[in-house]
Every structure is written in C-alpha cells, then in structure tokens.
RNA sequence: GCUGCUAUAGUGUAGUCCGGCCAAUCAUGCGGGCCUUUCACGCCCGCGACUGGGGUUCGAAUCCCCAUAGCAGCACCA
C-alpha cells in the first residue's frame, strides 16, 4: 500500500531512447572558453549527462578553442568551475588547442586520400564559383601539389587569407554552404593564449577529429548544427569513419536575463554589471549567487527534454523545481518590510519562540524577546486595521486617533485572532534587529531580520510570507539578500 | 531568396513511428477550498490545447496534400 504511494512519487521524467545506445554511450559537451556558461549551455550539459548517466559510459568535456578571437583566458577555468557546480559525471576533459598536431595529421590522411585540398583562391572569388557550382582551379590539383600547400602553410609559407584547406563534397548540392566548405586557415593574429600557431582547424574538422579520436556515439546539440552534421558527414564519408547518432533540438528563447557573452563583458566593463555573477545576467554563476540550486537547473532542462520545436523558457518551471530542493531546507525566519515603531502597552516583557522550519521541529526554534516595542511592516498597519497577530507572540489591539495608531495588547488566543480575521504578522524586537537589502531584479527592498540571519550567509532561507533569499553578504551594516523566487 | 526543420492548454511535456484503448498525460501557472501561528509546504476541486483547410478511412492529434506561422543554416565562428 506504502509502496503504491511512494511510486506516484518517484514518477522520473524519462528521456526518450537514443538509437543504438543500449551497449553504453560516449557522449561529449563541448563548449567554446569565451565566458562563462548560461542557462543555453545548461541543456546541453544536462541532458548529454542524463543520457551517460541512462545508458553508462564516459562524458567528455572538449573545449573548443580553436578560435583565438574568441577565447578568453579566464573562461577555461569559469567553464570547469560552472560544470563543477552542475554537477555533471564528466569521465574525461580534452581541450583543443593541445590536439592542433592530431588535426594537421589526420588532415593530411584526409588530403592523402584525395578528400581535401588546399585552395589559394581569393575568398570573394571562390564564394561566387561555389555559388554557381563551378569548382575553384585548386580542387583539380594533385595529392602532391596539395601536400606542398599543405606543408607551406604548416612552414607558415602563406599568411593569413591565403590559403586554406577545403573538403571536397559536392558542388551540386543544392544548399550551397555545404559546398567545399573550409576545414583550416591561417591566423596570424591574434596570438592564441594556450599554443603557438597559426593554421587553426576549423570547427567542422576538428569536432568530426575529435569525435572520432574519442569514440563520441552519440551528440545532442542545439538546431544550430544541424547543417554543421550535414557538412561533417562529408568527412566521416572521406575516411569511411562511423558515424554518430545525432539529436537537435530546438531553439530555447529565455527572456529577463542577458545572454550574449559580449553583452555581458561589455557591461562588466563600464560597470553596468557588479561581474559575471551579476543576477541580471543568465550565467549558472549569477543563478548560484540568487539561490538556484544546481539541481533544480538540471531538473528544469531534463524536463525541457530534446524536442526539436523551439521553445520558451520558463522562470516559473525552474523555480518550482528549486522550490521542492529549497523549502525543505530553507529556515524560515522574520523580515519586516518598511519598519514602523510600534510600542505596546499592556504586556510584560517575555520571549517567544519561533520555528526555524513548520515541517521539522527537531530543527529547533529563533527566540525573540518582548520588550515592549516591536518593528512591524508599515503595509499592515492602515485605518481599518484594527487588530493584529504578532507571528509566534500575541494579539494586538490597533486603536485610531485621527491617523494616529496606538497598540495594546489584546491576548494571546490564536482562536480570538482568527474569528477577528487578523493578518499573521512578522515583527521583530525593537532593541534587537538588523537591516536588510533583499536585491530583487526589479530593485531593492529595505528593511530588517532578525540578527541570527547573520549565521545563514551563502544560504537559502526563507523569509516567511516574503519568499526565498540567498544571503549574499553579512556586513557590520546588516545583511544583503537576494531574492530567489516566491 | 535558397536549403532544411517544426507546429498539443499561459509555459514545458506525453501521445504521433505501428490510426481506434486520447471527449488527449504529467508538471508548472491561474482560480477556489482544506490544512496551517507564512501569502510557503502538503492535500482536494476546477480552468485550459491537438495552427487552419482539404483528402484517405468505418474511424485521424496520429497518414497524405495545401496554406499559414515560427525557427535554424546559408562565415576562412563555435
């Protein structure tokens, strides 16, 4: 009976079957060290690891750095630092640039069986004959004139935009950026942090290389590749190689965060940011820093799934994923927004006590001493508020002179307060609060907690009637928190 | 424009391959209620969708055609 109960709960969203998976996978996230990763990089990360996870094997992690325009130092160690949160089973890291010797080596395969060539054709000029589908006079060329090219580049005998290797596929075909596209060319700047270069492989060879080199079974990437596997296969085709099982989903609209790398380094630079964990942003560290758990990220992308029809991304899903990680841990204490001074004749100094979570006495209690002035929100106290429920306290008695409130204590019957219809307030001691910002993204809410927030720094609590918060700083001033969701 | 892909409630998702058991699943959201010294959690009830039009068929969310819409790619980026 128990168990029938349970089963309902432990109701996993299933990922659909990969084809050709069932001996175990090897699977790959690949990355380009350009920034940190966000929300977009999440799915892939995510969902490549629930399927090594599913099925057993190994999980790459490549970087993709062959482009030394779009690398930036610091991101090699944000990118591991942001997986690491996520928490996937990544089994192996390989990074580009250290691999340039295996791409010049199979390239020469790949020219050797006459399944690329070198092209010294101006850029322009070569993009109209492909347009026509006429081939460029350097596809005729001989395996040995190619290899001399091809040694000339490597002997750094051509610079930048006069040469490059081309893959021979079909000038016929019908989409034209599928015809000899271009496998390497020569950069003479910038200067590549990690490696001494200047023929870089572009991404297409190097990611069918590498998938190769590391036995990659299975993909699953974004719809923006999809023309990037159909130029791979050319490749695979040239060396007889097999080929991997391939899954494209859609596109995900995120709306509410920035996203594009540039955006954001051009913000942390003239100061629009705080840095890349600016909650502004949709980077996994600035999801940390508001108190979104990894988990819950991973959750929201596996429900998400690979379905290729686009979609947008919900805030609401994620944070009703991190709802159920967060609520049964979050301690739960008093912020009072907007405090005003209440002093309440009638009762006697004492302490109360307060759970530090409803679900788990065990956990224990915040004490509060009544002294006889207390802070309470400013948005409960109007008019027509006549009486008020101090949480964990007593009742309070609300008598109007003109606009002017005074407070009596009326009891500490919870019955009286209900058949009254009063709200359930948060309050703190006069004589014993500190200040609190809760920064949300719309701006700041000011105001007080009690002192023993200061202990919950780098945690989610939850700010009872309020919401979620990450204390973010414990300052001599109070604390900062930033609000999580509802 | 060219080359492709897709189209289920506000959002995400299951079902589509192999037509009937789908007056369409689950989650989230929203509304109402119960519980509760939180407007949280939990529980109960409700709201809400097969893009449109043809066709095939006894029968279509599911197959075919057309239309419409959206998206991706069309870089010596990844």
Same mark, same amino acid.
């Given at each position: ?367 509060? !001493?009544?002294? $006889?002035? #207390?802070? =309470?929100?400013?948005?409960?106290? @109007?008019?027509? +508020?006549?009486?008020?429920?101090? *949480? ?71 700010? !009872?009637?309020? $919401?979620? #918060?990450? =204390?973010?700083?414990?300052?001599? @001033?109070?604390? +900062?928190?930033?609000?999580?969701? *509802?």
């Amino acid at each position: 009976m128990f168990a029938a109960l349970s089963e309902k709960h432990e109701h996993k969203k299933v990922l659909p079957d990969l084809e050709g998976a069932e001996n175990g996978v090897v699977m790959r996230f690949a990355p380009n060290p350009s920034g940190p990763l966000h929300i977009g990089h999440a799915r892939a990360a995510a969902l490549n690891d629930a399927y090594v996870k599913q099925y057993g094997g190994r999980y790459n992690l490549r970087i993709e750095d062959t482009d030394p325009k779009r690398v930036d130092p610091e991101a090699y160690e944000m990118v591991i630092e942001d997986l690491k949160w996520l928490g996937l089973g990544i089994t192996d890291t390989v990074t580009q640039s250290d691999r340039l010797h295996l791409y010049y080596e199979i390239c020469s395969q790949l020219i050797g069986r006459g399944g690329a060539y070198v092209c010294t054709c101006d850029n322009e000029q070569f993009r109209e004959l492909k347009n026509k589908k006429i081939a460029c006079p350097c596809r005729a060329q001989s395996v040995e004139t190619n290899f001399e090219l091809w040694d000339k580049m490597l002997t750094h005998g051509f610079k930048e935009g006069e040469a490059s290797v081309r893959i021979k596929t079909d000038l016929n075909n019908p989409d034209p950026a599928m015809r000899d596209f271009p496998a390497f060319r020569i950069l003479d700047a910038p200067a590549h942090p990690k490696v001494i270069a200047h023929v870089y492989p572009l991404m297409n060879f190097s990611v069918v290389a590498d998938d190769h080199l590391l036995g990659v079974t299975h993909v699953i990437r974004g719809k923006d590749h999809i023309a990037n596997t159909r130029r791979q296969r050319y490749i695979y085709d040239h060396f007889g190689w097999k080929v991997p099982v391939y899954r494209h989903y859609g596109r995900m609209g995120i709306e509410g965060v920035v996203l594009s790398t540039s955006q954001m380094r051009l913000g942390i630079n003239d100061g629009t940011y705080t840095g890349w964990d600016d909650i502004r942003l949709g980077t996994l560290r600035a999801l940390a820093r508001r108190g979104i758990s990894p988990e819950a990220v991973r959750n929201a992308m596996l429900a998400i799934g690979i379905g290729d029809t686009d979609i947008s991304f919900s805030w609401d899903n994620l944070y009703a994923e991190n709802r159920k990680i967060v609520d049964p841990v979050a301690n739960r204490y008093f912020f009072v927004h907007d405090p005003v001074t209440a002093q309440i004749e009638g009762m006697q100094p004492h302490t109360a006590h307060a759970m530090l979570h409803p679900g788990d006495a065990a956990r224990g209690t915040r004490t509060l !001493e009544f002294t $006889g002035t #207390v802070l =309470i929100p400013k948005s409960e106290i @109007s008019p027509d +508020v006549t009486m008020l429920r101090l *949480k964990d306290l007593f009742n309070v008695k609300i008598s109007w002179n003109g606009s002017i409130p005074s407070f009596t204590y009326a009891g500490d019957s919870l019955a009286d307060a209900r058949v009254a219809k009063a709200h359930i307030v948060q309050w703190l001691p006069a004589q014993d609060t500190i200040a609190c910002t809760i920064l949300t993204p719309e701006g700041e809410i000011a105001g007080a907690c009690e002192p023993a927030v200061r202990s919950e720094l780098g945690k989610v609590i939850q700010f !009872e009637r309020v $919401g979620f #918060v990450k =204390i973010d700083a414990v300052k001599d @001033s109070g604390v +900062v928190a930033y609000y999580t969701h *509802k």
